[in-house]
């Protein structure tokens, strides 16, 4: 597809044996932010080796940017962040980013820019030996971002960061993404890719076995949506006997519901009137969708 920025079709790949991709296929447009999830051991590493041009697939073709991977074109328009970062101790911050900015051909002074865009403008001048890992995965991010990459790819991007560190790398990621790049990451954690990805990956055993936005996978996951209704002072047991169903918890009560009957299970609420103060709606959150297909895929394998 020639406005594709990563296509992988049937993409297969063994060690000694044993299946370590299992015929991948995904194609990925300019702009969109996509999440690899998987288990240690899924074959997420291996993919993006395999993406990288690090590894030879045994089946399948992949094209990166129109070109092979690992050739020129490729790796001239490819970012790679690894989940673990290693500079040269001795050398500053700034002089990283000057290095890196010369191997790619790029003005040193628009690459230090990027050391503030991830928040390192005052520790630059420091020995990166002194940074915490935290700092050097920024640092790692602010050389992946060097130039204009088309394609980003980055492995556990937030790992070490604190929760205003991890914001900035998504605001970042949102940023490139809204330039046009294309951004591919994995993550372990789930919670904080719900509201920041267009489309989820799941890989388990190899194998994709799920491929589409959250809310589309909500709903062919099927899961329930869980509703919390705060009642007035003591009327906890009578909403629960009016909606037929419930558990009760101090002054709330909680119950599931299917997709198809949420707008019966909200009016029926809604008719409680003042026995009512509030209510909770929950949807199935990505941990919960990442179970479901990770479980189900190989039942009875």
């Known amino acids: 597809m020639t406005n594709s920025t990563l296509t992988v079709q049937s993409i297969t790949k063994r060690f000694k044996g044993q299946t370590a991709v299992d015929q991948v296929s ?3 447009k300019p702009g969109e932010r996509v999440a690899l999830l998987g288990h240690n051991g899924a074959g997420k590493t291996t993919l993006f080796k395999m993406i990288l041009g690090f590894l030879k697939r045994d089946n399948g073709d992949i094209s990166v940017l129109g070109s092979m991977p690992g050739s020129s074109p490729a790796r001239q328009g490819t970012a790679y962040l690894p989940e673990s970062v290693v500079f040269p101790a001795a050398l500053t911050g700034e002089e990283i980013i000057r290095f890196y900015a010369r191997l790619k051909r790029q003005k040193a002074g628009r690459a230090l820019e990027l050391l503030e865009r991830v928040g390192l403008a005052e520790a630059s001048k420091r020995r990166v030996g002194t940074y915490s890992k935290g700092m050097r995965q920024r640092l790692g991010l602010a050389q992946a971002l060097i130039g204009t990459p088309q394609l980003v790819v980055l492995d556990e991007p937030t790992s070490g960061l604190d929760p205003i560190s991890r914001q900035n790398v998504y605001q970042l990621i949102g940023e490139i993404a809204q330039q046009g790049a294309t951004v591919l990451l994995s993550s372990h954690a789930l919670t904080e890719l719900e509201a920041r990805t267009d489309r989820i990956l799941i890989l388990s055993k190899g194998q994709l076995v799920a491929n589409d936005a959250l809310g589309s996978l909500r709903a062919q996951a099927g899961l329930p949506i869980r509703l919390k209704v ?26 599931d519901c299917g997709l198809d009957d949420k707008v019966r299970t909200l009016s029926a609420i809604s008719a409680l009137g003042p026995l009512v103060e509030d209510l909770d709606v929950h949807a199935p959150s990505l941990d919960d969708v990442y179970r479901h297909f990770s479980n189900t895929a190989h039942k009875g394998a």
Request: glycine residues 14%; aromatic residues 6%.
């Open 26 to 28: 995904f194609d990925l």
């Open 230 to 255: 705060w009642t007035k002072p003591g009327a906890a047991q009578e909403v629960a006997d009016q909606l037929g169903a419930g558990k009760m918890n101090g002054r709330s009560v909680e119950l």
